[in-house]
């Protein structure tokens, strides 16, 4: 509300007239005291990138065990796939009669999922759909394994219809599965030891509700096949069915319902030594093969074979591929293309997969064998279909470093190799795992380790303070023989220090070092051939496994820790690149450890430790020169707390660790503060989540806040996730960091001290076939109810009555909103009403006593003062004053003590005024003459204010 009166304004409008003495403005109050992020918030998920070359190499990890089979013009092939950080899967590939690959990257065909077992696959085509069968096996931290059979048709375009669950199997581990397409549904099988079981499905693919027992024995081989000959399933195993009876191979038909046709398996191999059948239908009949010790004694392997006519037992045996002098065959497979059958195997002594055509009368087709897959390192376990005019032969290829791919290689009906060299079905884009990131001054840098297409290297990328990348492609930090991964990475503040798992000394992967390189600001590495931080001597037996290299700064050198052989180690690797102060911090109780640094050195580790049974996290310090401070363990959990996966970081003040607490109560991740003479500030750990499938927490700090990430399973995928604290470890909830839901793993986090964020992550993409190195960036922000200063300290952009606002809101006390409790909000950062009857301002200077009524403000309209002595009031109320207009009344007007004179009430018979001074009414003073000179000035001033207000109200009205 406005007070100012006529007369001031007639004072302020003629300062030559009057000397005015009016009160001084109340001082404004002063200005809350804010400190700006003194809390941040991890912000949204914005800028997502990837880096690096998409083009196709070999799979990274393991694909083997190959299936194929044929819709007649073309082949899918399926196989078990570990490209997903080296869990299993089911993948496949189509391909067309004249070797087109329908699919450059392949597919997934059952869902990825961490901690599991998958087994071999079954394939079969039933007319119109593949039908792919597989058993997955579910590790569980407080159950055994479960098992289960899994299904999935893949039509000819390649679209997947996943079949109904399973029972659950009462077996310990997944098993490989054969199928066979009947009549009117499927019939899959596997081996588990002393006895075949199978499960039988309808033609929608639906399992039926138990398994069945199809043959038992008292030592059963894994493997065997299953083949409908037109009326029967025919199940082919091999091992010892009684006691003291043949180790060989026999067989046993089974109706469509699943009950036996023969009263007991028959002998396929007679009383020899013989395993790993195959069978394929050949005409009217179904021939099968094996291999056979019964030429050699069980020197070498031979491929033995046998026609099963339907409703009878075999009774001819034929060599189909001799394995004497020093050729012995294995692994044999087959397919028919209505004329001949293609028998392919795996040779011992030349690791190729080779093969020979068999007549339907079962005679070997002369020529000798035909050489099929022959790549650079081993073959084994071939698979064989036929379509399209052509047989499809695809095996497993053992890589020279570490791993397998799948090939594959056409022969034509004639018994010739059509393809020059095999194809390489199971591909993806150059995989990118286990990324981190560090910041010095200015700029970032991001490593991970990169698959070359034979083994893994070691590569990064730099961004700049505003997130952009500084290098146009990734370069390359280690690129030695073997396999580089798991890296880390520091800064000194200028300069960074990468460091790494390393195989090159050991291509067995036995023997694991840990090198480093020094990588500049301007991205030039100053160390191509590594450092070797921990290194042993070749000879070195048995060897010597080195783990989980993490690094850290310590305001003057770099640590660098490890763990070995149960034990977590530290060095110094001065700025030089020269390493001393080999310590050993304690016995672990896994291979994952935190460890942080101060500026000032003082280092910190934490581990779990096995004690007494239980695994709590025990912190361990050191001095500059890596002397420990604490000789016996300092826990940061309880001592019957079962930790591991511990990750640490240091705020500017204080140590901060995380780890996962794996007790079956309460199974979360925890967080807990320590200061730097180990004094644990957090008697109860935070809970940052209560999922029980995380991974490994990473912490940052930039001095404000602590920012943690790690990945969790969720609805079956892995989701990177993030979670920012403030220094009292009181945050908001966790932020999914990818943008769309996918199975992402090993995230990592890092802030600079301008705020500014790299979130990073790796996670599988589908269309690219391999796990890709992903990057959100942010800046951080204060988090609402924090106090601010500007609306550039808030991540929501609105700074309200001081605190950090989810809104633009009121603000202050002129309106019935607010944003802090202090401001009347019911909680700081939430925008509100005021509580009713607290005052406002409503902004009509012709209001008062105005109040907050729900969000709004109202007065009451005010009402015109009693006039003075000698005043005549207008009774309406001036809208841009708040005042009611006065003035004096005409003289003569009769007044209580005479009769007004000029304003004044004085005596009737008093006589003029003889010019004196005297106060007037208005707390100004007159001068000499000043009223006899500017009376007619002063009237005509007054009539001028007096019709302004006139038109005024007017307006207003």
């Given amino acids: 509300m406005h007070t100012t009166s006529l007369l001031r304004r007639f004072c302020l409008v003629l300062p030559l007239l009057f000397s005015c003495s009016t009160p001084p403005p109340p001082e404004a109050p002063e200005a809350a005291k804010v400190t700006t992020r003194d809390a941040a918030r991890l912000v949204a998920p914005g800028d997502e990138r990837t880096f690096g070359a998409t083009t196709p190499l070999p799979s990274a990890f393991d694909q083997q065990l190959p299936a194929l089979s044929s819709d007649g013009t073309g082949f899918l092939a399926v196989w078990l796939d570990a490209r997903v950080h080296g869990t299993g899967n089911i993948r496949g590939v189509r391909m067309a009669a004249n070797g087109t690959l329908a699919d450059p990257v392949g597919f997934a065909i059952g ?30 931290q407080y159950t055994s394994v479960l098992v289960t059979v899994e299904s999935a048709f893949v039509s000819p375009s390649g679209a997947i219809r996943r079949s109904n669950s399973a029972p659950q199997l009462n077996i310990t581990q997944p098993r490989a599965m054969k199928v066979a397409v009947g009549a009117h549904g ?28 199809l043959v038992a024995g008292t030592s059963l081989g894994e493997d065997l096949t299953v083949i409908f000959d037109g009326t029967n399933y025919l199940v082919v195993g091999s091992g010892q069915l009684t006691a003291g009876g043949s180790l060989g191979i026999w067989a046993r038909r089974f109706n469509e319902s699943g009950a036996p ?3 007991a398996p028959f002998s396929l191999s007679g009383n020899v030594l013989a395993v790993r059948p195959s069978a394929a239908r050949v005409g009217d009949n179904v021939l099968v093969a094996w291999e056979d010790s019964g030429s050699t004694g069980g020197a070498e392997w031979d491929i033995q074979g046998t026609l099963v006519t339907p409703g009878s037992t075999p009774v001819d045996r034929f060599l189909i591929a001799d394995g004497t002098a020093g050729h012995g065959k294995q692994q044999p497979a087959l397919a028919f293309d209505g004329t001949h059958a293609l028998v392919a195997w795996s040779e011992e002594a030349s690791k190729k997969v080779l093969a020979v055509r068999v007549t339907a009368a079962g005679s070997v087709v002369a020529g000798g064998p035909i050489t099929v897959l022959d790549p650079q390192g081993e073959t084994t376990e071939p698979s064989v279909a036929f379509g399209g005019g052509t047989f499809l032969v695809a095996g497993t290829r053992l890589l020279p470093d570490s791993g397998n791919d799948v090939v594959a290689a056409r022969v034509d009906p004639e ?5 020059a060299a095999p194809v390489t079905l199971s591909v993806g884009a150059p995989a990118q795992v286990t990324p981190r990131v560090a910041w010095s001054r200015d700029r970032a840098l991001m490593v991970w380790s990169a698959w070359n297409g034979t083994a893994w290297d070691i590569h990064g990328v ?18 030695a023989d073997d396999n580089q991964d798991a890296p880390d990475v520091v800064s000194n503040g200028e300069d960074f220090l990468v460091v790494w798992r390393d195989d090159r000394n050991d291509d067995t992967g036995l023997r694991r070092d840990i090198y480093g390189a020094r990588v500049t600001a301007e991205g030039a590495v100053l160390d191509a051939q590594g450092i070797a931080i921990a290194a042993g001597a070749p000879a070195l037996s048995p060897p010597i496994s080195r783990q989980h290299p993490r690094a850290a700064f310590d305001g003057r050198n770099y640590v660098v820790g490890w763990w070995q052989d149960g034990e977590v180690k530290l060095v110094q690797v001065n700025p030089t690149g020269w390493v001393s102060g080999h310590v050993t911090v304690a016995k672990a109780a896994s291979t994952s450890f935190g460890l942080a640094c101060t500026p000032g050195g003082l280092c910190a580790t934490v581990l779990p430790m096995d004690s007494r049974g239980f695994h709590p996290l025990a912190l361990y310090r050191f001095d500059a020169y890596l002397t420990k401070l604490n000789a016996a363990p300092m826990f940061v959990s309880p001592l019957e707390d079962l930790t591991q996966l511990a990750g640490l970081t240091f705020d500017g003040t204080r140590f901060v660790a995380a780890w996962k607490s794996t007790k079956k109560t309460s199974p979360a991740l925890l967080a807990a503060r320590f200061t730097t003479a180990g004094t644990v500030l957090d008697g109860k750990p935070v809970e940052v989540s209560t999922e029980v499938d995380v991974r ?19 609805v079956g995928s892995w989701r990177a996730m993030g979670r920012q604290f403030d220094t009292a470890l009181v945050g908001p909830p966790a932020v999914a960091l990818a943008k769309q839901p996918t199975d992402e793993r090993a995230s990592s986090i890092a802030v600079s001290a301008a705020g500014a964020v790299i979130a990073v992550w790796e996670q599988d993409e589908p269309g690219q076939g391999a796990m890709r190195v992903h990057a959100s960036t942010g800046r951080t922000r204060s988090v609402l109810g924090t106090a601010c200063g500007t609306a550039t300290d808030c991540g929501s952009g609105f700074c309200v009555d001081g605190v950090c606002c989810d809104s633009a809101c009121g603000g202050g006390t002129s309106d019935c909103n607010a944003c802090s409790m202090a401001a009347g909000a019911a909680a700081d950062g939430t925008c509100g009403p005021r509580a009713d009857t607290a005052t406002c301002d409503d902004g009509k200077a012709c209001t008062e006593k105005d109040v907050c009524g729900g969000a709004s403000c109202s007065g009451v309209p005010k009402t015109a003062p009693a006039p003075g002595p000698c005043q005549v009031i207008t009774p309406v109320c001036d809208p841009e004053t708040g005042d009611f207009p006065t003035t004096q009344a005409p003289d003569g007007t009769v007044c209580d003590t005479g009769e007004c004179r000029e304003g004044t009430c004085v005596p009737k018979n008093d006589p003029p005024d ?7 009414g208005c707390g100004c003073s007159t001068g000499p003459g000043a009223a006899g000179t500017s009376f007619l000035l002063l009237l005509t001033l007054a009539g001028v204010l007096w019709r302004q207000a006139g038109h005024s109200r007017k307006r207003y009205e």
């Fill in 186 to 213: 499927f019939l899959a099988a596997w081996s588990i030891g002393t006895r075949i079981n199978g499960l039988l499905f309808d033609e929608s693919g639906t399992p039926a509700a138990r398994s069945i027992e």
């Fill in 914 to 920: 003889d010019g004196g001074s005297e106060e007037s």
């Fill in 415 to 419: 018994g010739t190799r059509v393809d």
């Fill in 111 to 140: 869902e990825a999922v961490e901690n599991y077992r998958v087994a071999a696959p079954g394939i079969a085509w039933n007319g119109n759909e593949h039908l792919v069968v597989w058993q997955r096996g579910i590790d569980s």
């Fill in 462 to 479: 730099r961004l700049d303070a505003n997130l952009q990348p500084l290098d146009g492609t990734p370069f390359v930090i280690s690129g």
């Fill in 261 to 263: 046709v023969d009263a």
């Fill in 696 to 714: 490994e927490p990473q912490l940052a700090s930039d001095g404000h806040a602590v920012f943690l990430t790690w990945t969790q399973r969720t």
